[in-house]
């Protein structure tokens, strides 16, 4: 019973954290300042542990531990699911310093905000880690619903209210697609774990054959559905409204952590399930299918990205546009599975960092009443407040892919991961689609050092937390640290491709 708590150490050490945060919240004593003021502390410790016990777990080894199979095949503890810990810990850590200063600054300082984002956070850590259909969709509701109130934040906006409304009601048809395909699998194998799954479709487990037509089914339904959960073209209709109306570090979790957690998800059932060679083929397989939603995630949300007024819904639709690259990893894993899937861990990791940043930089350059919102808002903010606009620049140069950044070494992997895998023309429109994004990152750096405001227009003025500015250090030291030294991060992703192998298949 020790060594398996050990071996959950990571999950258990944030969860006992969030509700150690609900008593202080209940039961604490209320400052002038208000709860986020300790709570956001409180918080980034619990996902800092997190994160300290994760990769202390990846460096000993899984292996070496005797408790890591006693959860099996629920929760797999492998070197797979323990980065993955170590990501999420990490950008929901960022995304609670970002609200012990958001929060007090727009009056939005209530308690319950960081209970939501720690527990949200145990969903997706159990989403990264399941290796069963019945804990996989107990980890995707509790991060989803988390989620859906964080998004619904602002009590008072009805562009929240819309936001966590869309999100909720097409979340759930999302979730009933991947339990009516779940649902599927367990008839025509009667297996719920996905490695027993997957041997019935290999024809590996008893002699068992199962029935090809509602396989293909059941894919589909469960593609569809991790389709809408990393937000991915034509299942994306949600993402904008629910970003610009949630509170900013809500959006910054959204698109860091949940993206993270679903792709994680998504590596777990293809690989585990949809492994076979019959599956991961061009004719009746998924990899035509996931190739497809990479070319309209890419070049509808760059093209529509351009077009924003907004700097959030713009950030919005990078998102999604990074989830289309993303894609194109995942479909090189059909030739080169461990090098491809490392870098898409590896692009999961810098992308958490530069997005992050980018989120805390926005904060940063808008207080109450005078809040960077639109393109017009950062007019002329690089010459009155040079140090927010720099921030700024830096994370979106990163997200651009320009060196020496994380976000260039990730691009160059998932580059290099699809030529490797022959998917020559893929790989291009990969490449095409960064110079139409670098056209609307460079807008903004346009507006800020090269506009002046307009005659009677609000004029953004940064606002000042310690907490923003650390998570805008943080992201900035991660973000140079990966892009000066990437094969130390590769390293890492590829070990744990390889720790986490057997548990996938």
Not at 234 to 263: L, Q
Request: aromatic residues 10%; glycine residues 12%.
């Amino acid at each position: 019973m020790k060594d398996a708590l050990i071996a959950l150490a990571p999950m258990l050490v944030v969860a006992l954290g969030g509700l150690g945060l609900m008593l202080t919240e209940a039961f604490g004593s209320q400052r002038e300042e208000g709860p986020a003021s300790d709570l956001a502390l409180g918080t980034f410790v619990v996902f800092l542990v997190g994160a300290i016990v994760a990769g202390a777990l990846w460096i000993v080894g899984p292996e070496n531990l005797p408790g890591a199979p006693a959860a099996a095949p629920w929760l797999i503890v492998d070197r797979f699911s323990l980065f993955f810990e170590l990501v999420l810990c990490l950008g929901a850590g960022l995304a609670a310093l970002m609200a012990g200063g958001y929060l007090p600054e727009h009056k939005l300082d209530r308690g319950e905000f960081f209970p939501l984002l720690v527990f949200s956070t145990v969903g997706a850590m159990i989403l990264a880690a399941s290796g069963d259909l019945l804990s996989l969709f107990i980890g995707l509701e509790t991060m989803s619903i988390g989620v859906y109130a964080m998004v619904g934040f602002r009590r008072g906006s009805l562009r929240s209210t819309e936001g966590a409304v869309k999100y909720f009601l097409l979340g759930s048809f999302a979730a009933a697609l991947l339990l009516y395909g779940g649902a599927l699998l367990y008839g025509v194998t009667g297996k719920t774990d996905l490695a027993s799954i997957g041997a019935v479709i290999r024809g590996g487990l008893g002699g068992r054959q199962a029935d090809f037509g509602m396989l293909l089914l059941a894919m589909v339904l469960i593609t569809a559905g991790l389709a809408f959960k990393v937000s991915a073209v034509p299942f994306h209709m949600w993402t904008p409204d629910a970003y610009e109306g949630a509170p900013t570090p809500a959006t910054s979790f959204m698109a860091v952590a949940v993206k993270s957690a679903a792709f994680a998800m998504m590596l777990r059932v293809l690989l585990g399930v949809f492994g076979d060679k019959a599956s991961m083929s061009w004719g009746a397989g998924w990899p035509p299918l996931l190739a497809t939603l990479a070319v309209l995630t890419m070049t509808i949300s760059n093209l529509v990205a351009g077009r924003q007024e907004s700097v959030k819904r713009m950030l919005a639709y990078s998102s999604i546009a990074h989830a289309g690259y993303v894609l194109v990893g995942v479909v090189a894993m059909i030739k080169q599975e461990t090098g491809a899937q490392g870098s898409v861990m590896f692009y999961l990791l810098s992308y958490t960092v530069s997005t992050a940043g980018a989120f805390a930089a926005l904060i940063l350059c808008g207080s109450r009443g005078r809040e960077a919102v639109s393109y017009e808002d950062l007019a002329g903010i690089g010459k009155r407040h040079p140090a927010a606009a720099l921030a700024l620049s830096f994370f979106l140069l990163s997200l651009a892919g320009m060196p020496p950044t994380a976000g260039f070494f990730a691009k160059l992997y998932v580059a290099r991961a699809g030529i490797g895998a022959g998917l020559n023309v893929l790989t291009v429109l990969l490449l095409l689609n960064s110079v139409i994004a670098a056209y609307y990152y460079l807008r903004v750096l346009v507006f800020m050092y090269m506009r002046e405001p307009a005659p009677g227009a609000v004029i953004a003025v940064p606002m000042r937390s310690g907490y923003v500015n650390a998570a805008l250090i943080l992201s900035a030291a991660l973000v140079l640290l990966i892009g000066l030294w990437p094969t130390t991060s590769l390293g890492m992703a590829l070990d744990s491709v390889l720790g986490g192998a057997q548990a996938l298949r």
